[in-house]
Structures are given as structure tokens and as C-alpha cells.
């Protein structure tokens, strides 16, 4: 008979939300976190009624275990991403309704700092080692002990890894926070700006240097190169809303935070991060690989 009770069945499945909120901050990748929980938990049935039993704290034993498998996935991730057409970003998470689905895995996310665009394209310049000690240390708050049975690792070693990762986040950081109330009103003037095809308005929203990066993964249209530049960026997204009769946008939250959908024909084409710095936008980060937007789509469909 198995040696798990009902109770703990039902906590042990509990752990779920928390275990995908670790694995997307490791992954970017919501579709790729869902895949690493299933194995950890696979792997969990997998074990002998009595290993289970004797388990003493299930819950780290599966963070233990998907943040193994988050590690072998980023490391193989780097040769795959070598090989992607255009620039590798994040998955998008949209905001969640308070009547969103629990059962839909991007409402388990908890949208917060460490799930913003910015944060998680930092989070991609680390190595596989810096981002696992980082994030369970610095986000999660895991000690570097546990941290070092993930990684093999000596707790002196995880704890330099993380202060690495740390480095890497400050010098990547813009001026300042930027009250969320002012980046809605930046982001509304880009809507209102790129609708009107106003070129010399979303000039006056972007930093000078700003840098537009986008994601069609070969299976959208998008520059396979970063736009430099206001004046270079705003004929872009005129260029672009030119091309697409029909361009709908909305005001959304983007992994937690002000931007922008674009749909056509009912369907969300285009999703669009923003980075601010002094006031203006200094990032754009553009997602149009459509098998980035499962929940974009899915909550269309709602």
C-alpha cells in the first residue's frame, strides 16, 4: 500500500505554484517551467512508497529537484539559443484577473520585481550556476547550504556564485525605481503616440540611446538585430504599425509591470516590455514568437 495519506498527497500537489514560481525566474520560460515541475513530480511518484515516507520535507525535496533540472535545462539551453533565429527573450506573463483560472499556470506566478522583463534579461547574461544561486538565495531566500546540494557545489562557492549574479543586476540597473503610476502614463503616451503615427512624439518618449530588441524566433516578423537609437525606433514602429492594417493596441501589464498588446484580427500578435530611465523609455523589449503567447491567447479566449 502507499505509504503517502491523502493529506500529504494534497500537500505535496500544493507545493506546485511555489515550485513554478522558481522555475520561471531560472528559465524565462513559462512552457519550459511547466515541463521541469512535471519531471520533479515525476520523479517524486517515481520513488519507492518508503523513500517517500521517509522524506522528511517533501517540499524542498521537489525544489531541490526542479531547480536540478532547471540547471541541466539551462545548460542546454545555451547551444539551442545559439541556434535561434534573432534574439532569445523571455516569455511574457500577462497581468492576472482575480478571477483568473488557478488551474492556468501563469496565474500561479507571482508578479513581482523578480519577474520583470529587466530583471530576467539580466538573469540571462548569468551563467547556468550564477542564476540557479542567485535566484534561490536572493529571491527565494534558500540558504547556501541547501543551494549547494543543487549545485554540487561548496556553500562558500554558492554564495560567491550569487554575489556574482548580484554584481552583474546593479550594473544593469537604470538611475532609479520608477513609481509605477509614471511608467502607465510613458507607456500611454507611446500607445497614443505610436497610434497616431507621431514620430516625433515617441521620439520625445525615448532616451536617445534607447534599444528596441525583438523576439520573432523565425516564426514572426521582427528586426533579427536591435534598434538603436529614439529617432531609429520610432520609424520602426511606424514602419511596423504601417504594415499591419488593423494593429489594435491596449494598455495590459506585462510581467508585472506597464505595456503594451498588440492584436490583429482578434488575436494577440505582439507583446511589448518597457525599461525606464529619467522619465523616458530606454528599453523595449518586443515578443512576436507566437509560441511565446500561450497565455496571452488564452486569455483572450476568455
Not at 517515481?46 to 532547471?70: E, H, I, K
Not at 523571455?90 to 520585481?113: M, N
Request: net charge neutral.
Amino acid at each position: 500500500m502507499d505509504a503517502e495519506t491523502g493529506t500529504d498527497a494534497r500537500g505535496v500537489a500544493g507545493e506546485r505554484g511555489q515550485l513554478l514560481n522558481v522555475a520561471y525566474r531560472l528559465l524565462g520560460s513559462l512552457t519550459e517551467a511547466e515541463d521541469a515541475v512535471q519531471e520533479a513530480y515525476t520523479r517524486w511518484y517515481g520513488l519507492a512508497p518508503a523513500r517517500r515516507a521517509a522524506v522528511q520535507a517533501p517540499g524542498a525535496w521537489l525544489t531541490t529537484v526542479t531547480a536540478r533540472v532547471c540547471l541541466d535545462v539551462l545548460g542546454s539551453a545555451r547551444a539551442r539559443r545559439e541556434r535561434y533565429v534573432g534574439t532569445w527573450l523571455p516569455e511574457p506573463l500577462p497581468g492576472v484577473p482575480d478571477a483568473a483560472d488557478a488551474a492556468d499556470p501563469a496565474a500561479r506566478i507571482v508578479l513581482d520585481e523578480s519577474v520583470s522583463m529587466a530583471f530576467l534579461v539580466v538573469l540571462e547574461a548569468m551563467t547556468p550556476a550564477e542564476r540557479v544561486a542567485f535566484v534561490l538565495h536572493d529571491v527565494f531566500r534558500y540558504p547556501f547550504a541547501e543551494i549547494a546540494g543543487v549545485l554540487g557545489r561548496s556553500a562558500a562557492a554558492c554564495r560567491q556564485l550569487a554575489s556574482s549574479g548580484r554584481r552583474r543586476l546593479g550594473a544593469a540597473r537604470s538611475a532609479g525605481p520608477v513609481p509605477l503610476a509614471d511608467r502607465a502614463a510613458v507607456v500611454r503616451h507611446v500607445k497614443e503616440a505610436w497610434e497616431s503615427r507621431d514620430i516625433p512624439a515617441l521620439v520625445g518618449l525615448l532616451d536617445p540611446a534607447a534599444v528596441m530588441t525583438a523576439d520573432g524566433g523565425g516564426l514572426a516578423g521582427a528586426a533579427l538585430h536591435p534598434v538603436e537609437g529614439a529617432a531609429g525606433i520610432a520609424r520602426y514602429m511606424v514602419a511596423i504599425a504601417d504594415r499591419a492594417p488593423g494593429l489594435s493596441l491596449r494598455l495590459c501589464d506585462v510581467n508585472g509591470l506597464p505595456g503594451l498588446a498588440a492584436s490583429q484580427g482578434g488575436a494577440v500578435r505582439t507583446v511589448a516590455a518597457f525599461e525606464l530611465d529619467a522619465g523616458r523609455v530606454a528599453r523595449i523589449w518586443v515578443i512576436r514568437n507566437p509560441e511565446k503567447l500561450g497565455p496571452w491567447v488564452r486569455g483572450a479566449e476568455e
